[in-house]
């Protein structure tokens, strides 16, 4: 756990160097780059980290050309996000069921004290210790979460809003990610505390304080999940990731979601080919 969360952290920390999406400040050369202000004193000779972005010379289509480490982009041949599919999902179900046990995910979020990061790329939340999902017999702590303009995941073939993403690990590195679509409705009071703080610059980070976040409020609980194995939506494209995209979408206001897509828009990974996975409907993933 302690091996990756530095890793992850040294990711996180030197993807702020990057610059913003376009639209919102021309792209700089990566040599170019200031080191960002680091967390963590073991951050500060992390070595600078490839530039990459959503755009057209260093987006998603170019990301496994920019490092050999990036290979998986191109190369994976189960990579996410990918169109969820209610009738194909359906259709597996059927013979998952009779072939296995569905997983169990079973959310268990107490209240956090977070710090949020703006990483160049997305707001990243991060949380203290505590908070866990257990998967079958397995648990998985989180360990932040951020956010998509629009959607990364489509839901038979539409694109919502946004997309949360939770990130979890276990302690030897297995990674499972808890995804939950945005759609446009009423104001959601849930997400106050930290878009009340959101970081707008590249590097800036900001730590809650005094006030804790109800994740669970930011989950839709009686909702089931699409299961599908899949990867990282960002490089270096890591596969072995456990989704789990929950059926039912939560609701921000259209002022929230203009307050983020304010700071990011379009830092969305399109769909990658299901290839031959499987794409299941587990229901209910949430049991108390
Ligand atoms: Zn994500």
Redo the contacts with the bound molecule.
């Keep these: 756990m302690r091996n990756f969360f530095l890793a992850l952290t040294t990711v996180l920390l030197t993807v702020a160097c990057s610059d913003r999406a376009p639209g919102h400040a021309d792209p700089a050369p990566a040599t170019d780059h200031a080191e960002p202000a680091a967390e963590d004193s073991h951050e500060s000779d992390t070595e600078h980290a490839i530039y990459w972005d959503y755009g057209d010379a260093a987006g998603p289509t170019k990301w496994g050309t920019l490092s050999p480490d990036f290979a998986l982009c191109d190369e994976g041949r189960q990579q996410s996000p990918i169109d969820l599919s209610v009738a194909v999902a359906n259709d597996k179900e059927v013979e998952v069921r009779r072939n296995f046990q569905p997983v169990k995910v079973h959310i268990s979020y107490q209240e956090s004290t977070v710090s949020l990061l703006d990483n160049g790329h997305?707001i990243q939340v991060s949380f203290d210790e505590g908070n866990t999902i257990d998967v079958g017999n397995k648990k998985f702590a989180l360990v932040q979460y951020?956010f998509?303009a629009p959607s990364?995941h489509t839901m038979d073939g539409k694109h919502f809003p946004m997309?949360v993403?939770f990130?979890h690990t276990t302690e030897s590195e297995e990674l499972a990610?808890v995804?939950v679509l945005i759609e446009q409705g009423e104001h959601n009071a849930a997400f106050d505390p930290v878009w009340g703080i959101l970081p707008r610059e590249p590097g800036e980070s900001r730590v809650l304080e005094g006030q804790d976040v109800d994740l669970d409020a930011l989950v839709p609980q009686s909702s089931g999940a699409f299961r599908y194995e899949g990867s990282l939506?960002?490089p270096p494209c890591s596969e072995g990731v456990r989704w789990f995209v929950r059926l039912e979408p939560i609701a921000l206001s259209a002022g929230q979601i203009a307050t983020f897509t304010g700071i990011f828009n379009n830092n969305n990974r399109p769909v990658q080919p299901r290839n031959d996975r499987e794409l299941v409907i587990d229901t209910p993933t949430y049991i108390e």
């Design positions: 997305t951020h998509h990364e997309e993403h990130v990610v995804g939506t960002t």
